[in-house]
């Protein structure tokens, strides 16, 4: 038996919605949002800006339920890391896009600041590096 919750627990990728992609165009959408807010490991909040950087396939993002999606961390106790990468394989299994890149910039704790980034184009990630972007380079908005 393992130690770690059952996925299920985590997140409810359910409240994520899409709606058809309007343009067969590549193109990159941009999101971000400062009200991400969830229970640290000692029952602490942590707060958090995420910019979400997606080029998208056949459906888009529909905002109003990524907002729902992300409202319901506010009582859920996470780590940073757990935290993110919940994020991102509920968007990547729900949206499917071609890219998906996640940086979460989350307020000092105890002085100490975090900033994680997840990218589906990273070849750990099973990606082909194709966009390289990334490389050396700072998120933008």
């Known amino acids: 038996m393992s130690d770690k919750p059952e996925r299920r627990s985590w997140s409810d990728p359910s409240l994520l919605k899409s709606i058809p992609n309007p343009s067969r165009q590549g193109y990159e959408i941009k999101i971000k949002t400062s009200e991400v807010t969830f229970l640290g ?7 958090a800006d995420l910019y979400i950087t997606l080029y998208p396939s056949d459906t888009v993002v529909e905002l109003k339920s990524l907002k729902h999606y992300l409202f319901q961390f506010r009582s859920r106790i996470l780590s940073y890391e757990r935290f993110i990468n919940v994020v991102y394989d509920d968007m990547m299994a729900v949206y499917a896009p071609n890219r998906l890149r996640i940086v979460a910039v989350f307020n000092p704790r105890g002085g100490i600041s975090s900033r994680l980034t997840v990218d589906s184009d990273w070849a750990t990630r099973g990606g082909s590096e ?12």
């Open 130 to 141: 194709t966009f390289r972007d990334w490389v050396g380079q700072e998120d933008t908005w």
């Open 41 to 47: 490991v000692r029952d602490q909040p942590d707060f």
